[in-house]
C-alpha cells in the first residue's frame, strides 16, 4: 500500500486508462519524464531531527535489533525518492511539495477516525478517535505554518510513524484489523481459481507476463478503491479481466521484457520480496508468483511488517494465510512450500527504510541474489532509487497524484523497474 490513502480528482477520461465503467480515469501534467529524473535526483539525506520525540513504547517492535539491509549498495541510501526540499530553501517556509503531502496527510484523517471510532477493542473508542484526529491535525498544521517548528523539516516516514504513535498512545493498535480479515477472506476463495488460470498458460513468458499483470492489478486493490474491490470480490474471471485492462503498455516505467529475459535464463537461487498489502494483493498478486518461482527451485523469502500498519500485510497474518491455503501434503496448489520462508522485515509503516530491518531479514539477505520491493509505498516512495548489490525489482502501480506528477504518469500507471547486477 502507498503511504497515504489516494485522493483523487477525476480528469478527462482516455481510452487506455480503466475501461470498468465505475471507474474514473485520471491524469496529471507531465514536469519531468523518468530519464530526467535519473539524471538530476540524488535525494538528500533526511533533514528530520524533530523535538517531537517518537514514543519507544508505542512504537515497540517485536524484533530484538534493526540493522541495515546488508544488500544495499551504496552507504548514502535514504529511504526518500520525493524530494521534499532541497538545501537551498528556507527552512521555516513550506515549500509547495511540503504542503502538498502535508494536506494529504491531513485529508486521510476522517477515513483513519472513521475506522477508530469502529475499533470495538477500545474502550470510549469514538471520544478517543476525535482526540486522534485533533492532535494529528494539529501536528501536520504546525508543520504548515513552519517546517522546522518542531527541530527541522519533516519527510513522509516521519509523519507517517507520528501517525501510528498517535493512535496507539490511545490504545488503537490496529484499527483496519476487520477489513483486512474481510479481504483476505474473499481472495483466499478465489485463489484457486487465479492459480489454475496462470498454470494454463503453456508459455513461460506469457505466463510470467500474466503473473507480474497480476501483481500490478492486486496492488490495486486497497482500501482506497472500494468499487474495484467489490468488482474483485465476485469472481477470478473479474480479477483476470482486471489483471488484462491494466493501462496499456509501455507503462511509466517498463522494464517487463528484460525481466522475462532475465527470467528465461532461471539464474536466480534465492528471492526476498518485501510485500505490501493484504487481500488480493499478497493472495492473488504476490503468492501466484512466489508459487511460480518455488516450481522453478528457487527458494522465496517473503517479508512482511512487523506492526500494523494501514492494510498492510502483518508477519502473523501472512502465517495465518499461508496455513489456510496449504493442501493436504503442504504445498500451495501441488507446489511444495519446504523452500519458502515467511519472515518479520522489523517494519512497521507503510513504506520501509531498509537502514532498519530486522536481523533476521539481514540474515536471508547474505545468499539472496534478487530483491523486489513491491508496492507504491516501498517500490516507489520510498525506494525507487535504491540500489542493490544483486538483482533488484521495484513492482508498484501508481495510485497516487503526487507520485504520479513525479513521475510523469498517469494515475493508475504501472512501474516495473528492473536492474541486473
Same mark, same amino acid.
Given at each position: 500500500?502507498?503511504?497515504?490513502?489516494?485522493? !483523487?480528482?477525476?480528469?478527462?477520461?482516455?481510452?487506455?486508462?480503466?475501461?470498468?465503467?465505475?471507474?474514473?480515469?485520471?491524469?496529471?501534467?507531465?514536469?519531468?519524464?523518468?530519464?530526467?529524473?535519473?539524471?538530476?535526483?540524488?535525494?538528500?539525506?533526511? #533533514?528530520?531531527?524533530?523535538?517531537?520525540?517518537?514514543?519507544?513504547?508505542?512504537?515497540?517492535?517485536?524484533?530484538?535489533? !534493526? %540493522?541495515?539491509?546488508?544488500?544495499?549498495?551504496?552507504?548514502?541510501?535514504?529511504?526518500?525518492?520525493?524530494?521534499?526540499?532541497?538545501?537551498?530553501?528556507?527552512?521555516?517556509?513550506?515549500?509547495?511539495?511540503?504542503?502538498?503531502?502535508?494536506?494529504?496527510?491531513?485529508?486521510?484523517?476522517?477515513?483513519?477516525?472513521?475506522?477508530?471510532?469502529?475499533? #470495538?477493542?477500545?474502550?470510549?473508542?469514538?471520544?478517543?478517535?476525535?482526540?486522534?484526529?485533533?492532535?494529528? =491535525?494539529?501536528?501536520?498544521?504546525?508543520?504548515?505554518?513552519?517546517?522546522?517548528?518542531?527541530?527541522?523539516?519533516?519527510?513522509?516516514?516521519?509523519?507517517?510513524?507520528?501517525?501510528?504513535?498517535?493512535?496507539?498512545?490511545?490504545?488503537?493498535?490496529?484499527?483496519?484489523?476487520?477489513?483486512?480479515?474481510?479481504?483476505?477472506?474473499?481472495?483466499?476463495?478465489?485463489?484457486?481459481?487465479?492459480?489454475?488460470?496462470?498454470?494454463?498458460?503453456?508459455?513461460?513468458?506469457?505466463?510470467?507476463? /500474466?503473473?507480474?499483470?497480476? +501483481?500490478?492489478?492486486?496492488?490495486?486493490?486497497?482500501?482506497?478503491? =472500494?468499487?474495484?474491490?467489490?468488482?474483485?470480490?465476485?469472481?477470478?474471471?473479474?480479477?483476470?479481466? #482486471?489483471?488484462?485492462?491494466?493501462?496499456?503498455?509501455?507503462?511509466?516505467?517498463?522494464?517487463?521484457?528484460?525481466?522475462?529475459?532475465?527470467?528465461?535464463?532461471?539464474?536466480?537461487?534465492?528471492?526476498?520480496?518485501? %510485500?505490501?498489502?493484504?487481500?488480493?494483493?499478497?493472495?492473488?498478486?504476490?503468492?501466484?508468483?512466489?508459487?511460480?518461482?518455488?516450481?522453478?527451485?528457487?527458494?522465496?523469502?517473503?517479508?512482511?511488517?512487523?506492526?500494523?500498519?494501514?492494510?498492510?500485510?502483518?508477519?502473523?497474518?501472512?502465517?495465518?494465510? +499461508?496455513?489456510?491455503?496449504?493442501?493436504?501434503?503442504?504445498?500451495?496448489?501441488?507446489?511444495?512450500?519446504? /523452500?519458502?520462508?515467511?519472515?518479520?522485515?522489523?517494519?512497521?509503516?507503510?513504506?520501509?527504510?531498509?537502514?532498519?530491518?530486522?536481523?533476521?531479514?539481514?540474515?536471508?539477505?547474505?545468499?539472496?541474489?534478487?530483491?523486489?520491493?513491491?508496492?507504491?509505498?516501498?517500490?516507489?516512495?520510498?525506494?525507487?532509487?535504491?540500489?542493490?548489490?544483486?538483482?533488484?525489482?521495484?513492482?508498484?502501480?501508481?495510485?497516487?497524484?503526487?507520485?504520479?506528477?513525479?513521475?510523469?504518469?498517469?494515475?493508475?500507471?504501472? %512501474?516495473?523497474?528492473?536492474?541486473? %547486477?
Amino acid at each position: 500500500m502507498g503511504i497515504v490513502k489516494p485522493i !483523487l480528482s477525476p480528469v478527462q477520461t482516455h481510452s487506455s486508462h480503466w475501461n470498468s465503467p465505475s471507474i474514473s480515469s485520471f491524469s496529471t501534467n507531465k514536469s519531468l519524464s523518468f530519464p530526467q529524473l535519473k539524471c538530476i535526483l540524488h535525494p538528500p539525506q533526511s #533533514t528530520v531531527h524533530s523535538k517531537l520525540v517518537i514514543s519507544e513504547e508505542a512504537m515497540q517492535s517485536s524484533t530484538s535489533k !534493526l %540493522v541495515r539491509f546488508p544488500l544495499l549498495k551504496n552507504d548514502n541510501y535514504t529511504a526518500s525518492t520525493i524530494p521534499w526540499r532541497f538545501p537551498s530553501d528556507d527552512p521555516h517556509i513550506p515549500t509547495p511539495t511540503e504542503l502538498s503531502w502535508i494536506n494529504l496527510l491531513l485529508n486521510t484523517i476522517p477515513s483513519f477516525k472513521k475506522r477508530a471510532e469502529s475499533d #470495538t477493542s477500545v474502550p470510549d473508542a469514538a471520544n478517543k478517535a476525535e482526540i486522534f484526529a485533533q492532535r494529528y =491535525a494539529k501536528i501536520l498544521e504546525d508543520f504548515k505554518k513552519d517546517p522546522a517548528s518542531q527541530g527541522g523539516p519533516p519527510d513522509v516516514l516521519f509523519l507517517c510513524r507520528l501517525r501510528e504513535q498517535e493512535l496507539r498512545e490511545l490504545g488503537f493498535i490496529d484499527i483496519f484489523k476487520k477489513v483486512k480479515e474481510e479481504e483476505n477472506a474473499k481472495a483466499i476463495a478465489l485463489f484457486e481459481s487465479v492459480v489454475r488460470l496462470n498454470d494454463a498458460i503453456e508459455d513461460e513468458g506469457k505466463r510470467v507476463e /500474466n503473473l507480474m499483470r497480476g +501483481i500490478l492489478a492486486g496492488n490495486i486493490f486497497d482500501l482506497g478503491s =472500494a468499487h474495484l474491490a467489490e468488482v474483485f470480490s465476485k469472481d477470478g474471471m473479474s480479477f483476470s479481466s #482486471t489483471c488484462q485492462n491494466l493501462i496499456s503498455r509501455p507503462w511509466v516505467i517498463d522494464d517487463l521484457d528484460t525481466f522475462k529475459m532475465k527470467w528465461s535464463k532461471n539464474s536466480w537461487r534465492k528471492v526476498i520480496i518485501f %510485500v505490501d498489502n493484504s487481500g488480493a494483493d499478497i493472495i492473488l498478486g504476490i503468492l501466484p508468483f512466489a508459487r511460480e518461482l518455488l516450481r522453478r527451485g528457487v527458494q522465496v523469502v517473503l517479508a512482511a511488517n512487523d506492526l500494523p500498519s494501514i492494510n498492510d500485510i502483518t508477519y502473523p497474518e501472512l502465517l495465518e494465510i +499461508i496455513s489456510t491455503l496449504k493442501d493436504e501434503e503442504g504445498g500451495l496448489m501441488g507446489v511444495s512450500t519446504s /523452500n519458502l520462508v515467511i519472515a518479520n522485515s522489523g517494519n512497521g509503516l507503510p513504506g520501509i527504510d531498509l537502514n532498519k530491518v530486522s536481523e533476521e531479514i539481514a540474515f536471508h539477505a547474505n545468499d539472496a541474489d534478487l530483491v523486489i520491493l513491491e508496492g507504491m509505498g516501498r517500490g516507489i516512495e520510498t525506494n525507487l532509487f535504491a540500489e542493490f548489490k544483486c538483482d533488484s525489482l521495484k513492482i508498484a502501480m501508481v495510485k497516487h497524484p503526487e507520485v504520479a506528477e513525479f513521475l510523469g504518469s498517469r494515475l493508475y500507471d504501472c %512501474v516495473i523497474k528492473y536492474i541486473e %547486477v
